[in-house]
């Protein structure tokens, strides 16, 4: 494994892809989502990987300042925000509340996961905050 520090967008999402498949083919669509944020932190830690769980992500409003407006599911490597889904049907909204957690974290990478989908390779959806800016943000 490349050191965490060192590690590509492309070489941390192939192994959280792979560990998610893992999980998913021992473990099925039949757990709540905070199971399989549980057992996918661990597996990362075991990796070798820096994993924060429940992070906070605050938004200002004028000089107001909401600590706990929002919360990632895991960050790994300081990179990487993981969103878990564990539900019948994708929303928009969700890809919209993961453009929004790297909007305002500032991370550069985001992944989300649909641990419902019996498929799991189209339940997995990664997005840059680079993309996310052009396409929702303009300059002004």
Same mark, same amino acid.
């Given at each position: 494994?490349? #050191?965490?520090?060192? =590690?590509?967008?492309?070489?941390?999402? *192939?192994?959280?892809?792979?560990?998610?498949?893992?999980?998913?083919?021992?473990?099925? $669509?039949? @757990?709540?989502?905070?199971? *399989?944020?549980?057992? !996918?932190?661990? #597996? !990362?830690?075991? $990796?070798?990987? &820096?994993?924060?769980?429940?992070? $906070?992500?605050?938004?200002?409003?004028?000089? +107001? =300042?909401?600590?706990?407006?929002?919360? #990632?599911? @895991?960050?790994?490597?300081?990179?990487? +925000? +993981?969103?878990?889904? #564990?539900?019948? &049907?994708? %929303? /928009?909204? *969700?890809?919209?509340? @993961?453009?929004?957690?790297?909007?305002?974290?500032?991370?550069?990478?985001?992944?989300?996961?649909?641990?419902? /989908? %019996?498929?799991?390779?189209?339940?997995?959806?990664? !997005? %840059? @905050?680079?993309?996310?800016? $052009?396409?929702?943000?303009?300059?002004?």
């Amino acid at each position: 494994m490349v #050191a965490s520090d060192e =590690i590509t967008r492309e070489e941390l999402l *192939y192994e959280v892809r792979g560990l998610c498949m893992r999980i998913h083919r021992q473990f099925g $669509s039949g @757990l709540l989502e905070k199971a *399989y944020q549980r057992i !996918l932190a661990a #597996a !990362l830690v075991k $990796s070798g990987h &820096k994993v924060e769980t429940e992070v $906070s992500i605050p938004i200002e409003f004028e000089g +107001i =300042i909401i600590n706990d407006a929002f919360r #990632a599911d @895991l960050i790994v490597d300081d990179k990487l +925000i +993981i969103e878990l889904k #564990a539900v019948e &049907k994708m %929303s /928009n909204a *969700y890809f919209k509340q @993961l453009g929004t957690y790297l909007v305002l974290s500032g991370k550069p990478w985001g992944f989300m996961v649909n641990f419902q /989908n %019996s498929n799991l390779m189209n339940g997995m959806y990664d !997005l %840059s @905050l680079d993309k996310v800016k $052009s396409k929702y943000y303009r300059e002004e």
